[in-house]
């Protein structure tokens, strides 16, 4: 009778496990999937995932363009900021980027709840293999 409850734990602890696993087995080879890029604030990293959408918050003090990964806007899970400031040294403009998976280096940091890296050169991201 007690059976079942004891297979469901035993099951939920092993994808827990194998989750984990995974995202180590990622950050070791330098890559940290979106969805986990919280586990990694306040260190440097490369932070992959498909771009769900992309906003120029043009009225917003610094006039950021987000690029939401793991998740849409507002429940995305990671994002890359560009400052206004820097914007224009990204051809084509950042709003192609929206579909593409993409990498980006930096400081992790922690931003509204969730995972951020600011970019201020183009060098910092990378189209990676989908």
């Given amino acids: 009778m007690y059976k079942t409850p004891c297979l469901l734990a035993v099951l939920a602890l092993a994808f827990s496990v194998d989750a984990d696993a995974q995202a ?58 560009i400052w206004g400031k820097d914007r224009d040294k990204f051809r084509p403009e950042p709003e192609a980027l929206a579909g593409k998976v993409l990498c980006a280096t930096g400081r992790i940091a922690r931003a509204s709840g969730r995972a951020e890296i600011v970019v201020v050169a183009p060098s910092s991201l990378a189209l990676a293999a989908d």
């Fill in 24 to 81: 180590v087995r990622s950050a070791i080879r330098g890559q940290i999937p979106a969805e986990q890029a919280i586990e990694f604030v306040d260190r440097e990293g490369t932070v992959c995932g498909k771009v769900e959408s992309v906003r120029h918050a043009q009225n917003s003090s610094g006039e950021p363009t987000f690029l939401y990964m793991g998740g849409d806007f507002p429940r995305h899970t990671f994002s890359v900021r």
